[in-house]
């Protein structure tokens, strides 16, 4: 139970940090969400680490580093693990391909909130290159959910041969 919190919060550190990497227009525009994919992740494998309140306080700490408006990624995080919660038991047994459109419909919902709220806090519309990381986040989901996998199999293989 220790080592897979641990798994948790290590994913959720690197999410954080990736976010952080600076780069070209092209990287930026294309940089998949991770912070989203790591908490749509752990929402729906192991529910006890992540939830409405965690996702908040979480996306607090995303908005603090990245220096965005307070409040608008805990907001986005917090609905965005409701939505998991909710859906959780279809999700989880869905094979990877439907796995993967899911996950896309629940990245077009996370932007469709970030676009609302910037424009209810008075932001331009955003460019529309603004859309292209959910494409690499949508092809990105099924290679980091099998690492996750991977990696909370071998914790709870080593974690049961030690005792």
Known sequence: MRSSALLFWFATAAALLFALLPGPGWFLA??????ALVLIYFA???PEHVGVGT???????ADLLSGALLGEQALRC?????LVLRFRQRLRFFPLAQQTAAVL???VNDRVIALWIQLVAGFSLPPTSQWLDLASSTLLWPWLFLTLDRL???????GAGSR
């Open 78 to 82: 917090a609905v965005l693990v409701y």
């Open 44 to 46: 729906m494998e192991q």
């Open 30 to 35: 294309v940089k998949p969400l991770m912070l």
């Open 105 to 107: 419909a629940l990245l």
């Open 55 to 61: 996702a908040f306080l979480i996306g607090l700490c």
């Open 152 to 158: 909370r199999y071998r914790q709870r293989s080593s």
